[in-house]
């Protein structure tokens, strides 16, 4: 598809009540109270602190599309490209969406573990790993889910996740700021029927994206685990998609990223709608490198600590305080980096670190790194979402 229309729809349909990190059921009840009035919601079930777990479906078509996001809660970026894409889909005069919804149907769970979005982690209410629990099933989302896979039995699986800013696309320079994976099935992660469709989908959407962010894409590694979501869906034969939204220069709020997802999803939605999939093409997946871990937040190049030339590694925490998710600069690595880049490169040309004590000070209440090169002061401010 073309490029300007992407970028058009991508304009037409933000929501923009969404933004930043921080998503909740809070958030998006009011757009699903408006969704109502447009198509169908059901309520699926709750979770283990009594939170709604909701279902949209739209469409009529006989293939069948399940979506969820935010199975781990601090991942909210596929959430806001999923209500630009209700959006699209909800807007009457659009002619691809109303081909798409002829031809399909299509099931969301918009938050999969509202208890993990409300206090911002990856674990569940009882610090479960929802993806760690599909086979034994221990947690009510992961009945719940289990239940509704059971009862539409989808055609195609996506499974929407948000991934670190460690993250580069190969041993490269470059941020992976959107990862794939078609999950295996088997422990040879045999390359099945169902998993050579899901590769060619994402060959398929890898094609267009490269168009925005060459180089920018990602594959994530395939180790079999049948107790993660995707991994028992493909097992099952269910052609599984695993999108990861990743880090982009400078987008710590992961608003360009939330764009990046939405051409994705629009992309494998219309491919899924107007091709006959069959696999053959799936060997492009391949082409897409691996994700290395080549990042840091910040690296600090090049200073002199303790007369050692050394590099320095700042990583955000990102914790939620007063309802606002916060990225403290915390220092995780001193010594050679150079085989690894920072989101943001301080270089010290050999002058010296100084402080009293710790030479590199954090000051928590300010949320800042603090240091000295000689005589000039640093500060590495937290951002904030
Ligand atoms: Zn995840």
């Known amino acids: 598809m073309d490029t300007h229309i992407l970028q058009n729809w991508f304009d037409t349909y933000k929501e923009v009540s969404l933004f930043g990190r921080y998503i909740t059921l809070d958030h998006i009840s009011p757009l699903l109270d408006l969704l109502s009035l447009k198509t169908e919601i059901e309520q699926i079930g709750f979770s283990e602190n009594n939170a709604s777990i909701d279902l949209i479906k739209l469409g009529s078509g006989s293939k069948k599309l399940l979506f969820w996001s935010q199975m781990h809660g601090n991942e909210s970026t596929t959430t806001k490209a999923v209500f630009d894409l209700l959006n699209f889909f909800t807007d009457v005069s659009n002619d691809l969406a109303k081909t798409i919804l002829k031809e399909c149907t299509i099931y969301i769970i918009p938050i999969l573990s509202p208890d993990g979005a409300k206090a911002y982690t990856r674990l569940n209410f009882n610090q479960v790993d929802l993806n760690r629990d599909a086979q034994q099933k221990t947690q009510k989302e992961s009945i719940v889910f289990s239940k509704l896979v059971e009862r539409i039995q989808p055609d195609f699986a996506f499974n929407l996740h948000g991934q670190r800013t460690i993250f580069s696309a190969g041993e490269t320079k470059y941020p992976a700021t959107v990862s794939f994976l078609s999950p295996a099935s088997d422990l040879e992660r045999s390359i099945t029927p169902s998993r050579k469709i899901a590769m060619e989908i994402i060959a398929k959407m890898n094609t267009v994206l490269q168009q925005f962010i060459p180089n920018q894409v990602g594959r994530y590694d395939d180790g079999f685990n049948l107790n993660c979501v995707g991994d028992t869906l493909a097992s099952m034969g269910i052609p599984t998609i695993l999108f990861e939204a990743g880090h982009y220069s400078n987008d710590y709020d992961r608003e360009i990223t939330r764009e990046y997802i939405f051409y994705s999803l629009i992309t494998s939605i ?37 007369g050692e030339n050394v590099d320095i590694a700042v990583q955000y925490s990102e914790e939620l305080i007063k309802n606002s998710v916060k990225f403290i600069p915390k220092i995780v690595k001193i010594g050679d980096l150079q085989k690894f880049y920072g989101h943001r490169e301080i270089i010290g040309k050999k002058r010296a670190i100084y402080n009293e004590n710790v030479t590199v000070e954090i000051v928590p209440e300010a949320m800042l790194l603090k240091f000295h090169l000689n005589s000039e002061l640093f500060l590495i401010e937290s951002t904030k979402s």
Request: hydrophobic residues 30%.
């Open 270 to 306: 219309e491919y899924i709608t107007t091709t006959q999939i069959t696999g053959d093409r799936y060997k492009d997946y391949f082409s897409i490198p691996e994700n290395g871990k080549c990042f840091y937040d910040v690296i600090i190049r090049d200073v002199m600590l303790k």
